[in-house]
C-alpha cells in the first residue's frame, strides 16, 4: 500500500532520540549485537557460534526482566499421554484465527528439545519420583507445563541460562546499558547507539544486531510486568523502519493481586488450575455460569468476566478462593504467593485473595520470519518484542517462554549463518565493519536542550497519565468513542514530548512509551471487530474480514492490512542487506 507521509510532521517522530556526532562518541565493534538480556537474548546469546564475537547490552543488572519473573512455567508435551497435536489445537483455539499454523506446529514439536537442553544446562524443574511434575493451566487441555521451585520458575531458568552464559568467551555483557535506538544505514541495521550512566553515549557497531527488549505492560497503570517492560524495543525498531504488526493485542492476566498500596503480583494460572475458585464479593463462584471451562478458561475470557462482574457487583476487584483445597499441597506448591500474601496479612489457604486484570504480556510486535529475522535487513528479534504467528490474538499460558528459547536459538543461529556466510555466500565483513557517515539531523548540543526540557516537563507526571488513560480506554473493553479520545490524547502529548531531547533513560522511556501507545491505539481503532484480547464492546463479533494483521511502518499513515498468511517470511532477507525494501 503507498500512502502519503502523514501531514503531521508529529506523526513519524524523530528518527533518532538524542543527538550525537560520531567524532565525539566512542565507537565499539562487535560481531553479534544483542539487545536485551532475558531468556530470548541469552538464549540467543548461547546460540551464536563460538568464532564470532557477542555482546548483550542489557538495562537492567539481568534480574530484572520479565523471564526472572516468570512464575507457572514453560508448556511442551513431555507426557506421553499427551500428544503434539494437543499442544498445536489449543495454542490455535487461544489464538482466536490468527496464528500461523506452520509456526505453531514447528514450536510446538520444538519444545521438549528446548525444555531438555534447559536440564541439561542445569535447570532444576520440580520433579515427583523422578518425573517432571506437570503443570495445568488455562485453555490447555493436559497437564504440560514443565515448572521450577513451585511458582519461580523464571528465577531458576534463568540462573541456569546466566551461569551457562557466563561460560562463553566470546559473550560481553553490559549491564545498565539503556538502548536508545537503532543504527541504519543504506536500508540496513548497524547497530545500536546506547547509554550508561558511567560512560554516557557509545556507538556499537555489529554486523547483526538481535532485538530481545521484552515488552510492554508498562504503559498500563495495572500491570503485571517489572519497571523496564516500557515497550523500548518496539519504539526504537519502529524509529528504525522495521515493520510492527498488530499492535492492538496486549493480553491482560485476569488475576493479578489488587491490595492498596501493594505491589501488583501476578498470581499464576496454575493456582486455578490446581482448583481454586473465582467468587464475588459475596462468595458466589461465578465462573461456571459464563464458560463451561470455568476458571480454566482462556485468560481472555476470565479477564472479561472478571471485568463484568466488577461493574455489576460495583467493587475494584474480585476474589480468589482456594480455602476447598489442601492447605499444605496450596503451601508447597505456591511459596512465594503463600508469602507475598502473608506479608499483607493474607492467608492463602484460607482467606480470599483480592485480584483484578493487569496488563501482562504484549502480544503484537516486531514481525519476523520463521528465523527471526525483521523487515529491516541486519535486525533479528526474539521473544516477547516481536510478533512471530505463534501467538495469534491471544497467547496461551506459559507459551512464551518457549517462544523466547525457541526464536532465541534461531535467531542467534541465523546472524552467525548470515555472518559466515553459511546461507548467502562468504560475507564481506569489512564492508559492514567500515563507520558509515551516519545522518543524524539532530546532532546538536544536547546539554542544553535536555536542560531546557526536563526543567519545563514533569515527566512523572505524563507517564502516569498515559498508564492511567491507558488502562481506562484501551484496557480489557474498549470502544471506537473511547479510543478516538485517548488517541486525540496521546497525539496531544507526541507534539510535545517527541521533538524534545533528553540526556537521561526516564525520557527516553517517556518517548517510547508514546510511541508505542499511539500505535497500539490505532491499531485498536482499526481493528473493528473482537477478537482474541482484543473485545470491542461496539463490535463484539470476530470479522471474516478482520482476520488478517494490521502492520505499520514508520512514515506510512495508513496501516497495511494483510489477510492472514499461514507461511510465515518477511521479504526481503535472502543475504547481507541483498535486494533491501525501501525502509523509511
Ligand atoms: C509476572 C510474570 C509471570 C510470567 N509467567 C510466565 C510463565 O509462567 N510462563 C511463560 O511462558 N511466560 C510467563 N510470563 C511471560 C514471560 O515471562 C515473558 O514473555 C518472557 O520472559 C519475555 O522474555 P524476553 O526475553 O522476550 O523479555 P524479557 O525477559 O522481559 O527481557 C527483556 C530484556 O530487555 C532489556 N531491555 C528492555 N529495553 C531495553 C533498552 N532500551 N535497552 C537495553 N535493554 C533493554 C530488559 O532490561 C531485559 O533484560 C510472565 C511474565 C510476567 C511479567
Redesign the pocket.
Known amino acids: 500500500m503507498n500512502q502519503p507521509h502523514h501531514p503531521d510532521p508529529a506523526f513519524a517522530g524523530p528518527r533518532y532520540l538524542a543527538a550525537f556526532g560520531p567524532k565525539r562518541v566512542p565507537h565499539c565493534f562487535t560481531d553479534v549485537l544483542i ?7 541469552l538464549r540467543a546469546a548461547l546460540a551464536v557460534d563460538p568464532r564470532l564475537t557477542v555482546t548483550v ?4 543488572d ?1 534480574q ?4 526472572q ?6 508448556a511442551g508435551v513431555v507426557d506421553p499421554e499427551d500428544r503434539f497435536d494437543n499442544h498445536v489445537a489449543d495454542t490455535l483455539t487461544a489464538g482466536g484465527g490468527l496464528c500461523h499454523e506452520d509456526v505453531v506446529d514447528a514450536v510446538v514439536r520444538e519444545a521438549p528439545a528446548r525444555i531438555a537442553e534447559l536440564i541439561a544446562w542445569g535447570t532444576r524443574f520440580d520433579s515427583h519420583n523422578g518425573s517432571l511434575e506437570l503443570g495445568r493451566e488455562g485453555g490447555h487441555s493436559h497437564h504440560r507445563i514443565v515448572h521450577a521451585l513451585g511458582d519461580a ?2 528465577r531458576e531458568v534463568m540462573r541456569a541460562v546466566i551461569e551457562r552464559a557466563r561460560t562463553l568467551a566470546n559473550l560481553e555483557v553490559w549491564p545498565d ?3 536508545i535506538d537503532l543504527l541504519t544505514h543504506e536500508h540496513g541495521c548497524r547497530g545500536a547507539l546506547v547509554w550508561n550512566p558511567a560512560h554516557g553515549k557509545t556507538l556499537v557497531w555489529a554486523r547483526r544486531t538481535i532485538l ?4 510492554a ?1 508498562q504503559l498500563y497503570r495495572e500491570s ?3 519497571p ?2 516500557s515497550g ?2 518496539l519504539a526504537l525498531a519502529w524509529r528504525a523502519g522495521a515493520e510492527l504488526r498488530d499492535m492492538e493485542f496486549m493480553q491482560f492476566h485476569p488475576t493479578v493481586l489488587y491490595i492498596a498500596g501493594g505491589a501488583r503480583s ?1 498470581i ?1 494460572e496454575a493456582v486455578r488450575g490446581a482448583g481454586a475458585w473465582l467468587v464475588d464479593r459475596d462468595g458466589r463462584r461465578f465462573m461456571p455460569e459464563m464458560d463451561p471451562r470455568a476458571e480454566l478458561a482462556p485468560r481472555d475470557v476470565v479477564a472479561r468476566a472478571i471485568t463484568e462482574v466488577m461493574h455489576r457487583t460495583h467493587q475494584a476487584n474480585v476474589f480468589l478462593d482456594l480455602s476447598h483445597l489442601d492447605a499444605a499441597e496450596v503451601r508447597r506448591k505456591f511459596p512465594g504467593m503463600a508469602e507475598i500474601c502473608a506479608k499483607f496479612g493474607l492467608d492463602l489457604t484460607r482467606d480470599r485473595i483480592p485480584v483484578r486484570p493487569g496488563a ?2 504484549m502480544i503484537g510486535g516486531v514481525t519476523v520470519d520463521g528465523r527471526g529475522r525483521t523487515t529491516l535487513p541486519g535486525l533479528y528479534a ?4 516481536t510478533s512471530s504467528g505463534l501467538h495469534g490474538a491471544n497467547r496461551l ?6 517462544e ?1 528459547l525457541v526464536y532465541g536459538a534461531r535467531a542467534g543461529e541465523a546472524a552467525s549463518e548470515d555472518i559466515l556466510g553459511a546461507s548467502g555466500g562468504p560475507d564481506d565483513g569489512d564492508r559492514e565493519f567500515r563507520v558509515p557517515a551516519l545522518s543524524n539531523p539532530r546532532a546538536v548540543d544536547p546539554h542544553s536542550q535536555a536542560a531546557e526540557a526536563n526543567g519545563s516537563l514533569d515527566l512523572a507526571d505524563i507517564r502516569n497519565s498515559l498508564r492511567a488513560l491507558m488502562w481506562r480506554h484501551v484496557g480489557v473493553e474498549r470502544t471506537g468513542d473511547s479510543l478516538g479520545e485517548a488517541l486525540e490524547t496521546v497525539e496531544g502529548w507526541c507534539r510535545y514530548v517527541l521533538p524534545r531531547q533528553f540526556a537521561e533513560p526516564q525520557g527516553w522511556q517517556l518517548q517510547n512509551m508514546l510511541e508505542v501507545a499511539r500505535l497500539m491505539i490505532r491499531g485498536a481503532v482499526e481493528r473493528r471487530e473482537t477478537r482474541g484480547v482484543h473485545f470491542r464492546s461496539d463490535f463484539p463479533e470476530p470479522s471474516a474480514a478482520w482476520r488478517a494483521h494490521i502492520g505499520w511502518l514508520r512514515g506510512r499513515e495508513q496501516p497495511l492490512v494483510e489477510a492472514l498468511r499461514t507461511a510465515t517470511s518477511v521479504e526481503p532477507c535472502t543475504g547481507p542487506y541483498a535486494g533491501a525494501t525501501e525502509v523509511r
Open positions: 539487545l536485551g538480556g532475558g531468556l530470548a537474548g547490552v542489557t538495562k537492567d539481568l530484572g526482566s520479565s523471564s519473573w516468570a512464575q507457572g512455567g514453560i520458575t523464571g546499558t539503556f538502548t530481545a527488549t521484552g515488552g505492560g503485571t510486568n517489572p523496564g517492560a523500548d524495543g501476578l499464576t501482562h504480556y526474539a521473544g516477547e518484542v499460558a506459559s507459551n512464551s517462554l518457549l523466547g
